[in-house]
């Protein structure tokens, strides 16, 4: 099983700094064409949920994630995977919607603008995933243990309340958390948490640190069928 986590799908405006999590929507949806040509097959946080407990058989399944719910993944990415039948989860920072990128804006040069309500809503009606990416996008674990709950707990809540769905997916911003925030997660409700840390999802692993592939912007084919390839495993 593979998660792939992404940022911007949209061209590196030559301002900005940390152009690495821009990925161009035309490599983009070549990555897409040839995941579709090779098998792979998108599955949601249910299926997931049923891989990692062992009542699902790894037969090339694959998720996307994108952190901090931009417009350009709305825009650019969602309708590529619709295209090719891929689904995807979009982790939403809950008190910035409709905003932008407050916690780095000043370090990487440049405001990249978060989706808004609607953009969200319409994403649920194509069938693609919301889950919580904390509440302002803070390091969780430089935080007293009241914001912790605060930023964990009332994410799911605001985004529970603003779509009408349940939220069980949970993004630790930065890749950020330790035993105590991972304890907090488990008890806010979620089924399923993912981390920054590298690698293949393999059955019975911990729901709450699940691993990914970063692509990056110079993720080409070559170099993507290597994170597919049991290198990363």
């Known amino acids: ?25 035309s490599l983009f949806e070549a990555q897409v064409k040839l995941l579709k040509k090779l098998g792979y097959k998108s599955i949601n946080s249910k299926d997931l949920k049923d891989f990692l407990e062992g009542r699902l058989k790894d037969d090339k399944y694959i998720i996307f994630t994108f952190d901090d719910a931009y417009v350009d993944v709305f825009e650019n990415a969602l309708p590529i995977l619709k295209k090719y039948n891929f689904s995807a989860i979009i982790f939403v920072p809950a008190g910035l919607v ?6 780095d804006a000043d370090r990487l040069n440049i405001k990249k603008p978060i989706a ?21 996008h803070n390091p969780l674990t430089y935080l007293d243990t009241k ?12 985004l ?30 979620y089924d399923l948490a993912f981390s ?13 640190t699940l691993k990914r592939l970063h692509m990056r912007h110079n993720t080409n084919l070559f170099r993507l069928l290597i994170k597919l390839s049991k290198l990363y495993a």
């Open 147 to 158: 914001s912790q709950i605060q930023e964990i707990h009332d994410s799911k809540k605001i």
């Open 1 to 25: 099983m593979k998660a792939l986590m992404y940022h911007n799908i949209s061209i590196s405006p030559k301002e900005a700094n940390l152009k690495s999590l821009y990925t161009n929507p």
């Open 98 to 103: 409709g905003e932008y990128n407050r916690w």
């Open 116 to 136: 808004s309500w609607d953009y969200m809503e319409k994403a649920l009606k194509d069938s693609f995933e919301i889950g919580s990416h904390a509440i302002f």
């Open 160 to 189: 529970e309340d603003k779509l009408g769905i349940s939220i069980n997916t949970f993004c630790y911003p930065y890749g950020d958390y330790d035993e105590d925030v991972v304890k907090i997660v488990e008890n806010a409700g």
């Open 196 to 208: 920054v840390n590298s690698g293949h999802i393999r059955a019975f692993d911990n729901p709450y």
